[in-house]
C-alpha cells in the first residue's frame, strides 16, 4: 500500500504490470524513450555571441564604402575572412576574461573591428587578412591581429573590461596568473 492507503499493484486496473511486487523498490534503467534532463552549460567551453550569419551582416554593414569598387568576389572573401578573425578575438578575448556583456554590444564590437579591419581608416588588403586568417588557425593569442587588439587595450585606446582572471592551459593543468609553477 502506498501513503494513501491504495495498493502498488492491483490487478483490478485493468493494466498489468511486468515487474513484480518484489522489485518494486529496485533501480531500473532509464527509459530511453523519456526526455533527458538538459545539462547546464560548461563555463569554459565556448558559447559564440553571435552566429555567423549574423556577424557576417553587421562585419558588411560596417565595411559600408570600403567596399565600394570591388568585386563581388573580393566582397565576399574580405567578408569571409573577417568572420573568422572576428570570432577568433571573440573566443580569445572571452576566454582571457573579457566582459561577455560588454562584447555583446554591438558599439563595442565595432570599436574592436576598427582596430582589427581598418587601423588607418581604410580596409586591409585581401591578402593581409587571409595571412590574419592562417596565424588565429594556428592560435590567436600569437596572431598580429590579438596582439593589435590587446596593445589597443595596453595603450588605453580601446576599453574593455576584465571580469576574471586569465587562465593558462599548460601542460593539461590550468594555472592561474601569478601562481608559482611547480
Not at 564590437?109 to 580596409?123: A, D, T, V
Request: aromatic fraction near 8%; charge should be negative.
Amino acid at each position: 500500500m502506498d501513503m494513501d492507503g491504495f495498493p502498488l499493484f492491483s490487478s483490478s486496473c485493468g493494466s498489468s504490470s511486468s515487474v513484480p511486487p518484489s522489485e518494486a523498490g529496485l533501480n531500473h534503467a532509464p527509459d530511453p524513450t523519456a526526455p533527458a534532463e538538459p545539462v547546464a552549460p560548461d563555463p569554459d567551453v565556448y558559447h559564440p555571441l553571435l552566429d555567423d550569419n549574423t556577424r557576417s551582416a553587421e562585419l558588411d554593414e560596417r565595411a559600408g564604402f570600403h567596399f565600394a569598387g570591388l568585386s563581388e568576389s573580393d566582397k565576399k572573401n574580405i567578408l569571409d575572412s573577417q568572420v573568422i578573425i572576428d570570432r577568433a578575438i571573440e573566443k580569445a578575448l572571452l576566454s582571457d576574461g573579457y566582459s561577455r556583456d560588454e562584447l555583446n554590444e554591438l558599439s563595442k564590437r565595432n570599436e574592436i573591428r576598427g582596430f582589427l579591419f581598418y587601423p588607418k581608416g581604410k580596409l586591409l588588403s585581401l591578402r593581409t587578412y587571409k595571412k590574419y586568417v592562417e596565424e588565429v588557425e594556428f592560435g590567436t593569442h600569437r596572431s598580429k591581429a590579438y596582439e593589435d587588439i590587446i596593445e589597443a587595450i595596453s595603450s588605453s585606446k580601446l576599453f574593455l573590461t576584465k571580469v576574471k582572471r586569465t587562465k593558462r592551459w599548460e601542460l593539461g593543468k590550468v594555472w592561474e596568473r601569478g601562481e608559482e609553477r611547480r
